[in-house]
């Protein structure tokens, strides 16, 4: 008999995930689920309770940040465990991107589980779409402002972020 994969979740409070729902008129749940079992995971990061991912417009364009070889991605980061969602996105925004946000708005909600070999990770992600009206200061994650961003990203979570933000 195989031993069952662990399994590491990690999710907000029960009254975080109410408290968005009620501000936000609507917006429906997508899961994301992605086989890693090649793979080890790397758990080497502080506690978190989510992930954001921020479709930030500028004057340029929407910003993108590298993630891998010839690789475009939304701007995405980790909430830690003691955070407000919305201010970690303000945070991960400025920090992680150089990017300072003048406003955000919830656009949707994400379960997303990667299975790895011996473990599966479950996470939800939120997705803001937010208004700068600077270019990005410099910074270890440089972005670059595309006029049509979906012709860049090739993930599944950067391109639903993106059609989830496109009517904010």
């Not at 979740?9 to 086989?35: G, H, N, Q, S, Y």
């Not at 990770?121 to 440089?142: C, I, M, Q």
């Not at 402002?145 to 599944?156: L, S, Y």
Request: glycine residues 6%; negative net charge.
């Amino acid at each position: 008999m195989s031993t069952p994969p662990k399994i590491l979740i990690e999710l907000p409070a029960a009254d975080e995930i109410d408290d968005l729902a009620i501000t936000t008129p609507r917006f429906e749940v997508r899961k994301f689920e992605f086989d890693r079992r090649d793979e080890k995971a790397d758990l080497r990061y502080p506690p978190c309770k989510a992930q954001v991912v921020i479709v930030v417009k500028g004057p340029k364009g929407t910003a993108l940040a590298p993630c891998g070889k010839e690789a475009w991605c939304v701007p995405s980061g980790m909430v830690g465990s003691a955070e407000e969602i919305p201010a970690a996105a303000k945070r991960i925004a400025k920090e992680g991107f150089g990017l300072y946000l003048r406003s955000i708005e919830l656009a949707g909600m994400y379960d997303v589980i990667w299975h790895y070999a011996g473990l599966t990770v479950k996470r939800l992600h939120f997705a803001y779409a937010a208004v700068t009206e600077e270019d990005a200061a410099p910074s270890r994650n440089a972005v670059q402002f595309f006029i049509r961003p979906e012709e860049k990203v090739k993930d599944e979570i950067s391109m639903a972020a993106l059609a989830d933000c496109k009517e904010k």
